[in-house]
């Protein structure tokens, strides 16, 4: 059976009054964020995915890459990515009118079995495992998406009646999006525009996607909206909240920096995720990032792309050699993609807690 506190939704909470968040979602004094910093005077990273596809546009390819060996993501120009601005709002409201709905209507897609057992897919709040586990600050609705084959129509909302087909189109278009980046971030390393996009990944992605809704806190500075994580993907986008920020990432020395809230408006976030940093030997790291809680409402939209599950995830061959060791060893897809949720519920990375990791005496040994 799940836990006692796995179906305690944020939204009811917060709904209820209280002058402070209940104490299994205050965090420990030395882990409550203290807010983030301005992003630093070179401005955060924003690159031309259109510009991307053209194998000659040296400028761009070196915008993209700076971008990912200092951010580990970036934000997508509005007018070029292609997606319709329509279409970004659409889904948008379409998935706040879901967590508007009354409970009752939204525990139709509960993320429970009959029998009571936590799964991954539908609506509710992140795993519970223990009595000690800290709370986040948010409710969500999670699925899967891609292939088209596989998705579970059983979790998709049928109120409002938009979402269904919005989600569709959104995730054909995102997930195109998506493909162009793996392809420019080949090519930033010298390869063809196959050598992740195809080849390692796969030409069934999976993907999956997460509509996370942030109530109002009434103490914000005491909880975390999402706490601190990198992603189970190779790539993931992300569309945010026209109107409210809160999302951060961890910087260089330990700094949390603010996700600029102009990023609202037809714009699409691109983050690395831990799949991407085994595959490329490290080439490309993962960044840290969390969301903090505020005094109003937010809900934001993640795909999650994934290699095919039945592939081996590790450093692709060619970025291995004498000087640059393998830095993880070979997992298979699914078994880093269940690590991930034991990862999430502990508030663990999920490349240390499936010691991921190769040692450096093994890697210097290899390399030798």
């Given amino acids: ?30 882990d409550r964020p203290t807010g983030g910093g301005a992003a630093p005077e070179l401005g955060f990273p924003t690159v031309d995915v259109q510009r991307l596809a053209d194998p000659g546009d040296v400028e761009e390819a ?72 800290i709370l986040d600050w948010c409710d969500r609705l999670y699925l899967h998406v891609q292939p088209e084959e596989e998705r579970r129509l059983r979790f998709w909302p049928t109120h409002p009646p938009s979402l269904r087909k919005l989600l569709h189109e959104y995730t054909l278009w995102s997930e195109q999006v998506a493909k162009q980046v793996l392809r420019a971030m080949a090519r930033t390393l010298g390869f063809d525009e196959e050598f992740f996009a195809g080849r390692r990944v796969g030409d069934k992605v999976a993907s999956y996607a997460r509509f996370t809704y942030y109530p109002p806190c009434p103490r914000p500075e ?106 993880y060893r070979r997992l298979n897809v699914k078994t880093f993609g269940d690590g991930f949720w034991d990862a999430f519920a502990r508030g663990e990375p999920t490349i240390d807690f499936l010691n991921a990791r190769v040692d450096k005496e093994a890697a210097a040994v290899s390399g030798a």
């Fill in 62 to 133: 070196a915008k993209l890459q700076a971008a990912l060996q200092s951010w580990g993501l970036f934000a997508l120009l509005g007018d070029r990515h292609g997606i319709p601005e329509a279409l970004l709002d659409g889904i948008h409201d379409a998935g706040l009118e879901f967590f508007h709905l009354p409970s009752e209507e939204k525990l139709n897609y509960a993320n429970q079995t009959d029998g009571g057992e936590f799964q991954n897919e539908g609506y509710g709040i992140d795993r519970v495992d223990t009595d000690e586990q």
């Fill in 222 to 327: 005491l909880v975390y909206g999402l706490k601190p994580h990198t992603d189970n993907s190779v790539v993931t986008t992300l569309l945010l909240d026209r109107d409210v920020g809160r999302l951060q990432v961890l910087k260089d020395g330990g700094r949390w920096v603010d996700v600029p809230v102009r990023l609202r408006r037809g714009e699409l976030l691109v983050v690395v995720g831990d799949e991407m940093e085994i595959m490329s030997n490290a080439a490309f790291r993962a960044p840290t990032h969390r969301v903090v809680a505020g005094g109003r409402e937010r809900m934001s939209l993640v795909i999650f792309y994934q290699p095919e599950p039945n592939r081996d995830l590790e450093p692709a061959e060619e970025l291995v050699g004498e000087g640059r060791p393998a830095q």
């Fill in 1 to 30: 059976m799940v836990h006692q506190a796995q179906g305690q939704l944020v939204q009811e909470v917060a709904t209820g009054g209280l002058p402070a968040p209940p104490s299994r979602y205050v965090l420990r004094e030395k």
